[in-house]
């Protein structure tokens, strides 16, 4: 989990992000807090927090950010004293935020990093119907895309490009092709399960990350199978921007 020399050097320490889908459980969530220490993470990407009059919980070493202020789907979490000031760069909604951090760095103009946190909700089962988005995020992928150099969550979408076998939805492929179009690489390790259902269903890698490589580097992203407690497994990485490094 330790930076390299080169990074340590560039004084630009890594952003060490936890991934975690809690399915809306309070059980789950605590779950995630215990996969902290573990991972020495200092960003959590959250998507389906638990709410509490509409609002999720907060955690006393983190900054919250909630994707809109009610009923969000997505929360962000940062922990405090570890970057400099955070910004909201996207409009509110429901199910995805986009942060821009900065970085501690010994350069004349610290790094940046733009992270999308995803939680694309099922909301038209009817997949016949091509010309209708079938999740909540399929239209504004985009936009997410546009904004974003590192882009995580609950993407809810099958493909052989992280799943083999599987056979693409038009949706599915139309994420894929924004990537590519972009220039986002995917950090995930092909066919690793980020979902075990409950109704024990087939498991499935649900839990995406996608990273710009022009801008940034992903490293070291596994599953943490000791860290799940719904659905879906705790995921942890490092990220580090290309500027400033060596």
Same mark, same amino acid.
């Given at each position: 989990?330790?930076?390299?020399?080169?990074?340590?050097?560039?004084?630009?320490?890594? @952003?060490?992000?936890?991934?975690?889908?809690?399915?809306?459980?309070?059980?789950?969530?605590? *779950?995630?807090?215990? %996969?902290?220490?573990? $991972?020495?993470?200092?960003?959590?990407?959250?998507?389906?927090?638990?709410?509490?009059?509409? #609002?999720?919980?907060?955690?006393?070493?983190?900054?919250?950010?909630?994707?809109?202020?009610? @009923?969000?789907?997505?929360?962000?979490?940062?922990?405090?004293?570890?970057?400099?000031?955070?910004?909201?760069?996207? =409009?509110?909604?429901?199910?995805?935020?986009? *942060?821009?951090?900065?970085?501690?760095?010994?350069?004349?103009?610290?790094?940046?990093?733009?992270?999308?946190?995803?939680?694309?909700?099922?909301?038209? &089962?009817?997949?016949?119907?091509? =010309? !209708?988005? #079938?999740?909540?995020? /399929? @239209?504004?992928?985009?936009?997410?895309?546009?904004?974003? /150099?590192?882009? @995580?969550?609950?993407?809810?979408?099958?493909?052989?490009?992280?799943?083999?076998? &599987?056979?693409?939805?038009?949706?599915?492929?139309?994420?894929? =092709?924004?990537? +590519?179009? %972009?220039?986002? &690489?995917?950090?995930?390790?092909?066919?690793?399960?980020?979902?075990?259902?409950?109704?024990?269903? &087939?498991?499935?890698?649900?839990?995406? $990350?996608?990273? +710009? !490589? /022009?801008?940034?580097?992903?490293? +070291?992203?596994?599953?943490?199978?000791?860290?799940? =407690? !719904?659905?879906? $497994?705790?995921?942890?990485?490092?990220?580090?921007?290309?500027?400033?490094?060596?």
């Amino acid at each position: 989990m330790n930076s390299t020399p080169q990074q340590q050097q560039a004084g630009c320490p890594p @952003a060490r992000i936890l991934q975690y889908n809690t399915g809306k459980s309070h059980t789950a969530f605590q *779950v995630m807090q215990a %996969a902290i220490p573990d $991972t020495d993470a200092n960003i959590l990407l959250v998507q389906e927090p638990p709410l509490l009059d509409g #609002t999720p919980s907060t955690l006393d070493d983190f900054h919250c950010f909630p994707s809109q202020k009610q @009923a969000c789907r997505t929360v962000t979490y940062m922990r405090k004293k570890v970057f400099k000031p955070t910004s909201v760069i996207s =409009d509110p909604h429901a199910e995805f935020l986009v *942060v821009s951090l900065t970085l501690h760095s010994k350069d004349y103009k610290p790094p940046t990093i733009n992270i999308a946190n995803c939680y694309n909700r099922l909301q038209n &089962r009817n997949r016949r119907t091509r =010309d !209708q988005p #079938t999740h909540s995020l /399929d @239209a504004l992928f985009h936009e997410i895309f546009a904004l974003a /150099d590192l882009v @995580a969550g609950d993407m809810n979408k099958h493909h052989p490009r992280w799943e083999s076998g &599987r056979h693409p939805s038009q949706w599915a492929q139309n994420l894929v =092709d924004i990537c +590519n179009a %972009a220039d986002f &690489r995917l950090a995930n390790t092909p066919d690793t399960p980020t979902s075990y259902p409950i109704n024990n269903n &087939r498991p499935a890698v649900l839990d995406l $990350t996608f990273f +710009n !490589q /022009d801008h940034i580097t992903v490293r +070291n992203w596994h599953t943490h199978l000791e860290h799940k =407690d !719904q659905d879906h $497994t705790a995921i942890s990485y490092q990220a580090w921007p290309k500027t400033g490094m060596q």
